[in-house]
């Protein structure tokens, strides 16, 4: 919605959005088409599946392309469809082993059979990946259009020394356990952690419990334009990703959203995500599941203001040069307007969660 969406609207292109408006308790961008539909939470799934294909056919009609998101609805779409774009935007197969509600059998045997979606994916529809590192999954050649921000122009807000914040979904491998017990440990310090973003059902009750003791503040699910501006000020911006094969040679997007607002990043060694920390100078890498290390990154930046300034300045300004979304905006409509001008390939049926297509 605020990457490609915001730059189709801007190209003068209209669009239809299919999504789970309600259910995250989002009102819809008036200038779009909003098709709302269940979201698929844990386990229970199939009603929100069976959703999909009924709301697209219906926000399809007119459509010259149709752009769809995860690959678990990859069989929803209907046969009838403009030309159809398959954003891909994790290592799926790799995603799986921090599905905690999968049995752990079937975890072991989904790998091999989204291999062999993703390869029946290739042939049938146009695909763009989010990362450099997704191009060894396909033979053939894709166009990467990067996790990037929008970055503001403006100095951005100096570090405050009170509070740390953490944007993106919560999740056992997103590190949301040792975010409550880094909470426990600032608290005495003087400093919040500010939790936003949505959580896993396994994880809300522990979330739930620290804010009820006054450990943290939990917001749940923000629009990303407002998260940012939510981070705006703090101490640090979290990243205790875990290591594993999804997040190992991925950038977590939060980590540039962060920089984008001159925030210091504290990120666990994830290698693309400390090799432009320690690169841009912008923040502190810290040992996986290291709470007293990451108690201690961020006791040092609030001890150290000025350094602290100057890191954010410097993520803030790496931010702008390599990871601006209005950099890479123009190639990405531009594709999208080639390709619909082509015709559709049939015969694979796809779906997705959420989806939208240019008309």
Known sequence: MHRQIRALLGAGHEITYVAPFTDCNVTPDPRIRAVDVPRAAGRRRWHALKAARGALKRGLVGADLLIVHDIELLFRLPRRRPVTVWDVHEDTAAALETKAYLPERLRRALPALVHRVETRAERRLHLILAEESYRERFTGSHPVVPNTAYVPRRRPTPPGRDRVVYVGHLSAAR????????????????????????????????????????????????????????????????????????????????????????VPVVTTPLPTAAALVERAGCGVVVPFGDVAAAARAVLALRDDPAGAAAMGARGHAEALARYNWPDHAGEFVGRLEEWAGKPVTSGLEIGLLEAWHAI
């Open 175 to 262: 590190g949301a356990v040792e975010l409550v017990e880094l909470a426990r440990r600032l608290l005495p310090h003087g400093i919040r952690l500010d939790l936003v973003g949505a959580a896993d059902p396994g994880i809300r009750p522990i979330l739930r419990d620290a804010q009820r003791q006054g450990v943290l503040d939990w917001y749940g699910y923000v629009p990303n334009q407002h998260a940012l501006r939510m981070a705006e000020g703090a101490v640090a911006g979290l990243s205790l990703l875990h290591d594993v094969p999804n997040y190992r040679r991925s950038m977590p997007t939060k980590v540039v959203e962060y920089m984008s607002r001159g």
